[in-house]
């Protein structure tokens, strides 16, 4: 049970961190390359924020490893948790943005 609880807390943990991560890191700059209809976006702002973005996915990961011990259920099944669900965000955050530009063309086909 200590093995499903740890996974379920790195979950968590991991998808409220993804989730700041592309709130803060990465809609902004969709929203705004989407509005300016430009063909441009820009190669070294994308470089730099996904620089940023693996920088925090080690973050997240080391701290997830030095807080293993410390946490009262099974540190491995929380790391991989926290792992998987700074992967899931990033496949959620893609999604989303190819759904919005394809309702953006519908309506612009309209």
Do not use: C, H
Request: aromatic share 12%; glycine share 10%.
């Amino acid at each position: 049970m200590t093995y499903v609880i740890g996974a379920a807390a790195g979950l968590i943990f991991g998808g409220i961190i993804g989730l700041l991560k592309n709130i803060f890191i990465w809609q902004r700059y969709l929203q705004r390359s989407a509005s300016s209809n430009s063909q441009g976006t820009g190669a070294g702002e994308v470089y730099a924020r996904a620089m940023v973005s693996y920088f925090v996915n080690i973050l997240t990961l080391v701290i997830a490893f030095f807080i293993r011990n410390v946490i009262p259920f099974d540190g491995i099944a929380f790391l991989i948790g926290t792992a998987a669900a700074l992967v899931i965000m990033n496949k959620v955050l893609a999604f989303q943005q190819k759904r919005s530009e394809e309702i953006r063309e519908e309506a612009d086909r309209q």
